[in-house]
């Protein structure tokens, strides 16, 4: 099975500032099958990021994401009050999907 | 908009089978994989398994020897039994559309998920 470990665990920032969040897996991933997804206390995940870079309907530009093999990052180029939230991300492969533990970024 | 709309009993004492349904409203159920997944109190994201219109199933190996995950297209509905339930088993339960396909390269992602139940599990 393969782990992703996102990091920092937690992530303290202002409104307007820029957030990079990790994710790295113990091997290597299909870029194809790796998503990031954001959650709100009390809401389902949404889905922000597939195929590693690819934003999903609806979500700003402000998002983005890179990486490949085992290394993908996040980006919120400056964060939106909306934004403050957990961030997981998760990747398939062997039939079988695994998620990060996840990413609370909150407000500094 | 496809929407997923899911229900079962909320309160289960230890030994018991869990027992979930997500149906889906406003799109189409073939062409997808249909997934369940849960989050304990506080904690992260676990997949539980998948199936697609045609019953085929794929199970989170931690998981697989207690779960079934069942298919009823002619109500566009898919179910999860999860037998043997402790208390480790509580959690919010979610079910989501699995969307995969080629665009010049595979892709694969949970693009509409449901609202989620919460199942306890307590004597």
């Known amino acids: 099975e393969i782990v992703l470990t996102q990091s920092p665990g937690t992530l303290s920032l202002s409104p307007g500032e820029r957030a990079t969040l990790s994710c790295r897996a113990s091997?290597?991933?299909?870029?194809?099958?790796l998503a990031w997804y954001q959650q709100k206390p009390g809401q389902a995940p949404r889905l922000l990021i597939y195929?590693?870079?690819s934003r999903a309907t609806g979500i700003p530009d402000r998002f983005s994401g890179s990486g490949s093999g085992t290394d993908f990052t996040l980006t919120i180029s400056r964060l939106e009050p909306e934004d403050f939230a957990v961030y997981y991300c998760?990747?398939?492969?062997?039939?079988?999907?695994?998620f990060g533990q996840g990413t609370k970024v909150e407000i500094k | 908009q496809v929407q997923l709309q899911q229900w079962g009993a909320g309160l289960l004492k230890p030994s018991e089978t869990l027992s979930l349904t997500c149906a889906v409203y406003?799109?189409?159920?073939?062409?997808?994989?249909w997934s369940w997944i849960r989050q304990p109190p506080g904690k992260g994201l676990e997949w539980i398994g998948e199936?697609?219109?045609?019953?085929?199933?794929n199970y989170n190996p931690s998981l697989k020897s207690r779960v079934t995950i069942s298919v009823d297209t002619s109500k566009n509905q898919f179910s999860l039994k999860l037998s043997s339930v402790t208390a480790a088993d509580t959690a919010v339960y979610y079910c989501?559309?699995?969307?995969?396909?080629?665009?010049?390269?595979?892709?694969?992602?949970?693009?509409?998920w449901g609202k989620g139940t919460t199942v306890t599990v307590s004597s």
């Open positions: 989501a559309r699995g969307n995969y396909g080629w665009l010049g390269y595979y892709y694969y992602y949970m693009d509409v």
């Open positions: 195929g590693a870079s």
């Open positions: 998760q990747q398939y492969g062997s039939s079988s999907w695994t």
């Open positions: 406003g799109g189409s159920f073939s062409g997808y994989y």
């Open positions: 199936i697609n219109h045609s019953g085929s199933t």
């Open positions: 091997q290597s991933v299909s870029s194809s099958y």
